[in-house]
């Protein structure tokens, strides 16, 4: 079955540092790949996503590349903010699947200090 | 345009007590999703109604159950509550036939704690 598997966390960092979220996933054919951001006692928001290889999914300064030779979708930005703060996860939805049935990764838990 | 919202935010219930929470799907969609998230841990997917019919499950067994109805709102029902049900119970709603990487809309959950 489809599965994706997330560095574990926490990460902390200094703010302004550069921050990598690693991501490699399995699936049978190709699927679409995203990237959730949980604030604390909130849901899930979708961060950035991207649908076929090669694909540069952004928002908010961060960037995440579709690599389907390496089965990767990296998260990653330049310059991070206390604000950045939160629970990263990236997720998958099968081709033949519909937007909301997806398989997560474990989560990232994403700590920037001052 | 209206996001998703769900009720109750927060709920303690006895082992062995049935539960249902609730969801409104965000104006224009017609899919909801249900997903279960263990402290710590990623959701995991628990099934999904379309046309007020179940439209595939996740590995969790029958006494999770579910319902949509016409305005594609949903409930979600657990019986014989165990203390590993406790979790945040995450609902989301899409719009079916949009295309794939249409974007899922997730609401703020319900926390759910089995005593």
Redesign the interface.
């Known amino acids: 079955g489809d599965s994706?598997t997330q560095m574990e966390g926490p990460v902390t960092l200094s703010e302004e540092a550069f921050l990598t979220i690693n991501c490699t996933y399995t699936a049978t054919g190709y699927p679409?790949l995203f990237w959730?951001v949980q604030y604390p006692?909130?849901?899930?928001?979708?961060l950035l996503?991207?649908?076929k290889a090669d694909d540069k999914g952004s928002n908010k300064g961060f960037e995440a590349t579709y690599r389907k030779e390496t089965t990767s979708f990296h998260l990653e930005k330049g310059s991070v903010q206390v604000s950045d703060s939160a629970v990263y996860?990236c997720?998958l939805?099968d081709?033949g699947?519909?937007?909301?049935?997806?398989?997560?990764?474990?989560?990232t838990r994403l700590q920037v200090t001052l | 345009e209206t996001g998703v919202t769900q009720s109750p935010t927060h709920l303690i219930k006895t082992r062995g007590q049935q539960v249902t929470l609730r969801c409104s799907s965000q104006s224009g969609h017609n899919t909801v999703s249900w997903y279960q998230q263990a402290l710590g841990q990623g959701p995991q997917f628990i099934f999904q109604y379309y046309r007020e019919e179940e439209n595939g499950r996740g590995n969790f067994p029958p006494r999770f159950s579910g319902l949509q109805f016409p305005n594609y709102s949903s409930e979600l029902n657990v019986n014989a509550l165990e203390l590993d049900d406790s979790a945040l119970y995450l609902c989301a709603s899409s719009l079916y036939g949009a295309g794939q990487g249409t974007e899922a809309f997730f609401g703020q959950g319900t926390r759910l704690t089995v005593v």
């Open positions: 994706v679409s959730y006692g909130e849901g899930l928001q979708l996503k991207a649908t996860f997720a939805s081709r699947g519909t937007a909301s049935k997806l398989t997560f990764g474990t989560g």
